[in-house]
């Protein structure tokens, strides 16, 4: 286009001087005519008009330049159109060319290259690329072929098309040919909330892939048991086979399913009728949103449709021990995982005494249970903590008092008020030096100080982390984005009755995992479920709470006389379960009416909190409910909370738990 500008510049003049000087004959001729009677041989007003041998060189011209012009863009289109096949070519015979490269010292495969040479030739013919519907890929080499259907290349292309497909989508430093390159359904994270998720999917889309990625070596599992029941287990190889009796004397292991369930990570891509797998001790690094793919910790690379984000939390620890050098950190233990549960079992069975720094679910369980093994090993337990009782941020005060009773008459040294100011190793001891002066003397450390939420892919993938409350910030629908969600521990959602809330507890990962799980789907459901959370003190004292439950806020406790049927034993001997969530129905529960005249407050029995509920109130309003010993009535504090109402008589509420019952 260019030189043919440059060539009408040049040639522009002269097409204007004719012009004009055909404008000029024309003038001269009409004037002419107008005086006399025009004599022009017939031959020559047939065949050029008026201007004579002038007229030729104009004609010349301009005939010469449109030709020229048309020629040039001919050759010009045509070239493009040339070039474009050319580079759509070679850009879909890459592919089989890292096929070719891959395969190359294993085995000659001449129909591969007779493709190859076909799509890099036949430039003009349509080159079909790499299919880009996700379900159609191959995950894993293979050197064996599917049957060729209707639309499929014929026998002896399928080889080269299969290897050529794999190669398209996985990346060139992939480890491990086994690690499949794409899943429909990617879920982050290998606990409660991914297996419930998964489990959802699957029962909403029977044929869905589903490839769960996690950083441990083990199957999904529940944690609860970790600091429960696996301490009262009398099998000595219980840190082995991870099975335990629940309350009622059932037996179960903590995994969620045997590994017969899953199938494994190579056959993903290929299975049939779908399934769950499990990549094990692979971490996810770096999330690529608009890419819809995620980095591992060995670079391999992992694309998705649907992505789930269930990475749970990392246990904190306290600044004092993170500064206390190696020899003390290699005597401290952060209560989380597996591993933990089975390095914290060998430790306490080999040292004579251990502290656990923490008041609150998981500290006051570790406590007792090792309380409770201290009773036939003589090991020293000690615990210690800021607040004036165990569960001091949740329980109120007078509770607190009783329950930190109860917690000595398992063989616990409780240690109230006490904030940490030093931690030295001295003697082949560790000695904790308390802010008020006192010190303790101990060989090991259970820190239980709380979760911090990990978010390590929020920077990557550019996700809003909430400021108050930690998590990635998500909609009612569970929702980080457009396709992807987040649940469990890790997720900051809108509650639409409480407001925004981060809970991180079994009954929550399962709920959450499942609505996650649902909407990935295509449900669309937005989460309104109040989960639940409960804890033991051993097999005697229990409770279930819901809704947000902080000693900070007003309080209205009805309490009654326990009997036998008030223990978690006796609660799990009903349900069939020891994790009780899993028990939950949506039973119908009845409103709690007010009555028309305001009654007495009853005051919390002295001494005596067998059993009963805490109502924790937030403008006049029930906000949360625990209850002390009374189990398999969730129902109906969680229809309370929903109703959101002001009641007048609480004593009134408590009647619908039938706390009085014998």
């Known amino acids: 286009m260019l030189k043919c500008r440059s060539a009408w510049g040049k040639l522009a003049p002269f097409a204007r001087g004719a012009a004009t000087l055909q404008r000029q004959n024309v003038t001269r001729t009409g004037l002419t005519n107008g005086r006399t009677t025009a004599r022009v041989p017939a031959a020559h007003m047939a065949t050029w008009p008026a201007g004579g041998g002038q007229n030729h060189l104009y004609v010349l011209l301009v005939g010469a330049t449109c030709v020229g012009g048309a020629i040039y863009a001919y050759r010009t289109v045509k070239g493009d159109q040339r070039r474009y096949q050319e580079r759509i070519a070679e850009i879909s015979s890459r592919p089989h060319r890292r096929a070719k490269e891959a395969t190359a010292g294993l085995h000659a495969e001449p129909p591969a290259q007779e493709v190859v040479a076909t799509a890099v030739a036949e ?95 083990d199957l999904p599992y529940m944690r609860p048991p970790l600091s429960k029941e696996l301490w009262f287990s009398d099998d000595p190889a219980v840190t082995d086979t991870l099975r335990f009796k629940q309350w009622n004397g059932k037996e179960r292991s903590i995994y969620f399913q045997p590994s017969s369930f899953y199938i494994t990570p190579e056959e993903l891509s290929n299975a049939e009728n779908g399934g769950v797998a499990v990549l094990t001790s692979k971490k996810v690094v770096h999330m690529d949103v608009r890419g819809n793919k995620v980095k591992l910790d060995d670079d391999a690379e992992i694309s998705y449709d649907k992505c789930l984000i269930a990475t749970g939390g990392v246990p904190r620890n306290l600044q004092v021990l993170d500064r206390a050098g190696d020899e003390v950190k290699s005597r401290t233990t952060l209560f989380r995982k597996i591993d933990d549960f089975r390095s914290l079992d060998k430790v306490s ?13 998981l500290g006051s369980e570790l406590a007792c249970a090792l309380g409770r093994r201290s009773q036939d090993s003589g090991l020293e337990v000690i615990q210690m903590f800021p ?48 802010k008020d002066g006192r010190l303790v003397k101990t060989d090991h450390i259970v820190a239980a100080v709380g979760l911090e ?52 507890h079994h009954d929550h990962a399962v709920v959450s995992g499942r609505l996650a799980g649902e909407n990935m789907t295509g449900a669309n459901k937005p989460y309104w479920h109040q989960s639940m959370f409960w804890s033991d003190l051993g097999p005697d004292v229990g409770y279930e709470a819901i809704g947000i439950v902080d000693s900070s806020l007003p309080t209205v406790g009805v309490f009654a006389k326990a009997t036998a049927k008030d223990t978690p034993k006796a609660a799990t001997e009903k349900s069939g379960t020891g994790i009780r969530s899993e028990s ?79």
């Open 123 to 217: 430039s003009e013919a349509p080159v079909d690329p790499p299919s880009e519907e996700p379900d159609a890929r191959s995950a894993a080499p293979s050197e064996t072929t599917q049957p060729p259907q209707a639309d499929e290349p014929a026998a002896e292309e399928a080889p080269a098309e299969t290897l050529a497909e794999e190669a398209a989508g996985r990346d060139s430093a992939q480890p491990s040919p086994a690690l499949p390159w794409h899943a429909p359904y990617l879920l982050i994270g290998g606990g409660t909330a991914s297996f419930a998720a998964a489990r959802s999917i699957r029962a909403r889309d029977p044929g869905a892939r589903v490839l769960i990625v996690t950083d441990e070596a």
């Open 349 to 361: 069975r080999n040292i004579k005494s251990i502290t656990v720094i923490g008041g609150g679910f």
């Open 387 to 434: 607040e004036k009782g165990n569960m001091g941020k949740v329980l109120p005060e007078y509770l607190s008092n009783w329950t930190t009773e109860k917690v000595k008459t398992e063989g616990v040294k409780v240690i109230s008020e006490a904030l940490v100011k030093s931690v030295t190793c001295k003697d082949d001891q560790l000695e904790i030096k308390l």
């Open 453 to 504: 939420p990990n978010v390590d892919l929020a920077k990557s993938a550019g996700l809003e982390v909430d400021s108050d409350f930690g998590g990635y910030r998500v909609n009612a629908e569970l929702q980080a984005r457009s396709n992807i969600w987040v649940a469990g521990d890790a997720a900051c959602f809108y509650d639409i009755r409480l407001g925004r809330r981060r809970v991180e």
């Open 584 to 662: 939950e129905t949506e039973d119908v529960a009845s409103s709690a009416a007010a009555p028309p005249t305001p009654a007495p407050a009853v005051a919390a029995p002295k001494d005596d909190y067998g059993k009963g509920v805490v109502f924790y109130l937030r403008d006049k309003v029930v906000v949360g409910i625990i209850l002390w010993n009374v189990f398999n009535r969730m129902p109906i504090a969680r229809k309370i909370i929903k109703d959101g109402e002001e009641h007048a008589d609480l004593n009134e509420v408590a009647k619908l738990f039938n706390i009085h019952e014998d």
